[in-house]
């Protein structure tokens, strides 16, 4: 931080890149808004917008754009973080045995980064949340990840956000998730829906 952004950028308050620098790397494969995080850190919007920059800049962090078919509003929209490491947000984090799912999501996109170019997180009309959107020519594959299916509260929540996204979307939709259970497809609502272990989706 020091040699890369403050030095480079000569920047004088280095207190606030400090401080947004672990909020940001803490709190991993969440959805914030800059205006948010203007209020949070009592500074101006052009500074967190200009500090988000460097921070990605020197390879921190990387922002996740909401997907919508207007860029305009891809870009205004509350974007997603994620540390270029899971080990580097662990170590400023506390409580980490409760970061499981944040941490395996955040794997997850450094995953998908390294595959495709178009990757976004999608919201659907009622608000339901997908992790992941990949753009393709021909479909949109759309991604959950979650540690467990066990529960069946949990279950039926991630399954039924590909049922709305599938009824909004302009083109088919691929199903996947990525979880820590046994690998298994299943059909709701006429979707196949393909679970995998997150292990053997990595190896691939």
């Known amino acids: 931080m020091l040699r890369d952004i403050v030095s480079r950028h000569k920047l004088n308050n280095f207190t606030v890149l400090q401080e947004l620098s672990l909020f940001l790397l803490s709190n991993n494969a969440t959805l914030n808004a800059y205006n948010k995080l203007k209020n949070t850190f009592n500074v101006s919007f052009e500074m967190i917008r200009e500090y988000v920059e460097f921070l990605q800049g020197a390879y921190l962090i990387f922002t996740l754009n909401k997907f919508d078919y207007s860029y305009k509003k891809q870009v205004v929209n509350p974007k997603k973080f994620y540390a270029v490491d899971t080990g580097l947000s662990n170590n400023v984090s506390f409580n980490v045995s409760a970061k499981i799912a944040q941490n395996l999501e955040n794997i997850v996109f450094l995953e998908l980064k390294r595959r495709h170019e178009n990757v976004f997180y999608y ?40 049922t709305v996204a599938a009824a909004e979307l302009h083109k088919p939709i691929k199903p996947l998730i990525l979880t820590l259970d046994e690998s298994e497809t299943l059909v709701q609502d006429g979707l196949s829906i393909d679970i995998r272990h997150v292990l053997e989706w990595l190896c691939l």
């Open 123 to 162: 919201k659907t009309a009622n608000n339901l949340e997908v992790d992941f959107l990949v753009e393709r020519d021909d479909c949109y594959e759309l991604i959950q990840v979650c540690a467990t299916l066990q529960d069946s509260a949990t279950r039926q929540r991630e399954l039924r956000v590909f």
